[in-house]
């Protein structure tokens, strides 16, 4: 079935475009309209056997984890803080066990637009005229080889370096205190074992009907019409500056819908409490319309993750940590955002 998506248009320049990124009355950013444009993807479901590893998102359910934190269809309120840190709660409890690791809460730009501390939920509310929308633009959230080319390097692991240096000074109190430093933080992003990951869930009551997340959906050799590029022909990757919050996206030109390989899927009907979990920095993804329904409120929670090689339960594995402190030396040559 066909849903209107919004890409980058086909010769949107690579990098930064001047206003390219704004802020407006909401939380959050939004790309100029001027370098988008709206393409019809034919979306698919996502099969109810597919896993991050192999399809790169699997459709999972936390609604038991919200209910033992108090959240539930009525009392999910998201502009409350004390919500959003129970569904923030309820889902790192998720993540710890379905990976068995330690997981680290990931500093984004919530933190400088919304106030969010750690272990927050960074939430989104369709209906609402402060918080943020459901973000349309298909995009990759940590594209490394499009960082690469943005910040003049040539490696991936440069590329790692350039944004968790940007992220060192929101991010590295909660990395200390749990007995991380820099060097963790690159080694386990560059090893995607599985490295990053973002965690979504529909707080929508009943079923959700409007501005679902679609995804480029892997094959059955593990690539997508997008990874199997090695360049960044199919992508702008650009800054996105919030305040004192450096960061950077990387857009899908629309090429790629053309693309006889591209497999888009969705899943559909989605309950409250249903969720999804994908690569952030391996995954294209973004929110669509969907053509035959209403335009009625989407409410929902996400989070981006790092996800350790340390056992959840406390406990070091000796043949992976390193000690977690941070010297100059450590950050010598890092390319900068």
Known sequence: MFHLAILGKADVPFGDLGDSISQGQRQGFAVNPDSLTQVQLNVVPIPPSSTLQKHGVEVVNI????????????????ADHETR??????????????????????????????????????????????LRNAHHVVHVDKLWRGIARLTETSTMEEAIRATVHAHWPFSQQDFMERGYGFEDYVRIVH?????????????????????????????????????????VSMVSTMHTHIKNFNDTISVLRSGVADSADAVWGMAPNMSFGEALLWYSDRTPHGAVWLNDEPDVDRISAEMRVLVTDRPAAGGVDSTHSTPGHETTRARENVAFL
């Open 63 to 78: 609604a038991d984890f919200l209910k033992e934190n108090g959240v539930s269809p009525g009392s999910a309120s998201v």
């Open 85 to 130: 840190m129970a569904v923030g709660k309820a889902m790192l409890s998720f993540l710890e066990q379905r990976f068995s690791r330690e997981i680290i809460h990931l500093a984004d730009t919530s933190r400088v637009s919304g106030g969010a501390v750690y272990g927050e939920a960074t939430v989104r509310h369709t209906g609402s005229s402060t």
């Open 191 to 231: 090893a995607q074992d599985p490295g990053v990951v973002n965690l979504w869930v529909s707080l929508t009551p009943g079923v959700l009907k409007q501005h679902p997340c679609v995804f480029l959906l892997n094959g059955e050799n593990g690539q997508n019409a997008f990874s199997s590029n090695d360049d």
